[in-house]
């Protein structure tokens, strides 16, 4: 969220804040998934890649449009980061 409820870009209070925003992969709702950042301990692997995911939700200037995208559970995209970089210096 932006700390001081000001849009970073035009300086508006007008914000829209926790915008759901979907990754849709049929033209219906009824198939709509949060758009979702994914995170790998082991990318290269074939499979068993260690997956660590948080969906995203974004605030939204309602004056210019700019839009910044956060995510709900940072923790796990970072601990899989994290795991990740142990991996390489094995």
């Not at 033209?27 to 692997?45: K, M, R």
Request: aromatic share 8%.
């Amino acid at each position: 969220m932006w700390s001081d409820e000001t849009c970073p870009k035009c300086q508006s209070t007008e914000i829209i804040p926790n915008v759901r925003i979907l990754d849709r992969l049929n033209a219906t709702d009824f198939d709509a998934q949060d758009l979702t950042a994914v995170v790998y301990d082991n990318p290269g692997a074939f499979i068993f890649k260690g997956k660590h995911k948080s969906s995203l939700d974004a605030c939204v200037c309602g004056r210019c449009g700019y839009t910044e995208f956060f995510a709900r559970n940072p923790e796990e995209l970072l601990l899989g980061h994290k795991e990740s970089l142990a991996k390489r210096q094995q």
